[in-house]
């Protein structure tokens, strides 16, 4: 069994003991005490040193509350719930962070036993006790950035509720056709959609009572053979209402020809978006296709505009021709008029979305395989008809060939003109004080305020949550002025001041560490430095 000794500090002591530091030896039966408030969510942290390198795969404390250990469980950046695991160095001591969820009821004092298991089924006991007391805290230490409470935020599943946003109605679904605002989509038995029928009229300000298909005949996926015609398959389509609901639908598809397996699943959500899985594969023998390819035909009214695959933004040309190019943020199209259109972009399994603009370089593009296949795939539109075709490609029967595209049926959603254009912003230009940007914004006649960081009272990019009432009071003012306010909080990037950064790699250990140059906002000249990447977030000083 490893040798594993614990040491513990709270946030009323030092809150960090880097790895390579020297932590004396404490015995697992030494004091371990901890002060709270009911209602808090208090910070503990355990220190954990081995004579041997060891994986602990669970932290576990009996008492019943809620707590949350956050570099061995918790949920991602999808709403899904994860395990993790801590590796441990030998000699080399590391921390373990535990939020404890005190209750609003609780009082005195309350013992418990800490327990970290080891991969190896080893475990390290040490005794716990909470003493609570004082007045309730009503905002359960969020309010404190120092508390380090906020990293149960880290966990939260607020927004993934499986429940339709305004103005959007919950999805109606008459065998294999299904109805979303202003719009209807009906599946042919390979699960790909034969008709995309739009009821938006005007300026997208109404729905007319009837629709009309945007396309001139069904959107084909297809294999081609070497003569040049497409390969006759025999499919089967089902939609899932097991694993449907007012949010989504899904649907499975089936087919086969020619020694040849088609597999597709779909999922269609109640935004008009789509998501499509699709696999080819030999059965028997390998086969050799010309092409795979996914083509869209829209009627003239319907193809007025496009944009994407290397094209900017304009009238539709009468022919485009597009490859991959990894080094380009370029992978979509968009082609459509003012009351129905698509969006298309090929994905790879497992897509991860690419960083954009001046980032792009470090997360580009995650090239779908068979859609570039080794640089013979392209994009091609000629008059209405566009598409993506991988060029010839070979199926085999223990390797699975996969085609899957997202596809957005535009518009999503109705405009009101009144709303519109009653709708004006404000950005404060400069330094100023706050009470000038809410003297101008009534003078302009501004319904919304923006502020953007690196102001006095917002002074690091995008963490708005820091301490100092001024913020509040300035949301409070421009509420009571009948206003609207919007901090610059994006999820791209991300201050270094921000009060977790410090253990940051302590709570989620980096598999990898990259280095990347970043520059400091607000500088005259930039200013190269060197910050970490961690978990897809920029960090700036």
Not at 213 to 218: F, N, S, V
Not at 384 to 389: A, K, L, R, S, V
Not at 461 to 470: E, T
Not at 525 to 534: D, G, L, Y
């Amino acid at each position: 069994m490893n040798n594993i000794r614990l040491r513990w500090k709270t946030t009323e002591q030092a809150f960090l003991c880097k790895p390579g530091e020297q932590c004396a030896p404490v015995q697992s039966d030494a004091p371990f005490r901890v002060q709270a408030r009911p209602g808090a969510r208090q910070t503990v942290q355990l220190m954990l040193l081995s004579d041997a390198d060891a994986t602990v795969t669970g932290l576990e404390i009996d008492i019943p509350w809620t707590m949350h250990v956050p570099a061995l469980r918790g949920v991602d950046q999808h709403g899904k719930p994860f395990v993790g695991t801590v590796r441990l160095r030998a000699g080399r001591p590391w921390p373990i962070w535990v939020l404890l969820e005190v209750p609003m009821t609780a009082q005195g004092e309350h013992a418990a036993t800490v327990t970290v298991t080891c991969q190896n089924g080893d475990t390290r006991a040490i005794a716990l006790t909470v003493a609570v007391s004082g007045e309730i805290d009503p905002h359960h230490s969020e309010d404190d950035a120092a508390s380090l409470a906020r990293f149960s935020w880290l966990n939260s599943t607020l927004g993934n509720e499986d429940t339709v946003t305004a103005p959007y109605h919950a999805i109606k679904t008459e065998g294999n056709r299904f109805s979303v605002l202003g719009r209807e989509i009906t599946l042919g038995s390979n699960g790909i959609p034969t008709a995309l029928t739009t009821r938006f009229a005007g300026i997208n300000e109404r729905l007319l009572p009837q629709g009309e298909d945007i396309l001139t005949g069904p959107v084909r996926l297809e294999a081609i053979l070497a003569d040049g015609q497409p390969l006759a398959m025999d499919c089967t389509c089902r939609v899932l209402p097991e694993q449907s609901s007012q949010t989504h639908v899904v649907w499975e598809a089936q087919g086969t020809g020619a020694h040849v397996q088609y597999t597709l699943r779909g999922q269609l959500d109640y935004t008009g978006w789509m998501h499509y899985d699709v696999t080819w594969s030999a059965i028997g023998a390998e086969v050799a296709v010309a092409d795979i390819r996914l083509v869209f035909a829209l009627k003239e009214r319907y193809a007025r505009w496009f944009s994407g695959v290397n094209y900017f933004t304009g009238d539709r040309p009468a022919e485009h021709r597009w490859a991959w190019q990894p080094e380009k943020h370029q992978d979509a199209f968009f082609c459509g008029g003012m009351n129905g259109g698509v969006v298309v972009r090929p994905v790879q399994e497992e897509y991860v979305r690419p960083f954009c603009n001046i980032y792009y370089r470090f997360g580009p593009t995650n090239q779908p395989k068979a859609w570039v296949n080794d640089g013979k795939g392209e994009f091609l539109l000629r008059g209405t008809e566009m598409g993506y075709h991988t060029g010839a490609i070979t199926l085999q029967a223990d390797a699975k060939v996969h085609t899957n595209f997202d596809l957005g049926f535009t518009p999503f959603k109705l405009i009101n003109p009144a709303e519109h254009y009653a709708t004006r912003y404000f950005q404060e230009p400069d330094n100023t004080s706050p009470d000038l940007w809410l003297k101008t914004a009534d003078e302009i006649g501004a319904s919304h305020i923006i502020v953007h960081h690196g102001k006095d009272i917002y002074p690091f990019i995008n963490y708005p949550m820091f301490d100092a009432p001024a913020m509040g009071d300035l949301v409070a003012e421009a509420h009571r002025r009948g206003k609207k306010l919007k901090c610059y909080y994006t999820i791209r990037e991300l201050t270094s001041r921000l009060p977790e950064y410090p253990i940051w790699d302590r709570i989620y250990p980096s598999k990898k560490t990259i280095q990347l140059p970043v520059t400091a906002v607000n500088a005259v000249k930039p200013i190269p430095i060197t910050r970490k990447k961690e978990n897809s977030f920029f960090l700036y000083p």
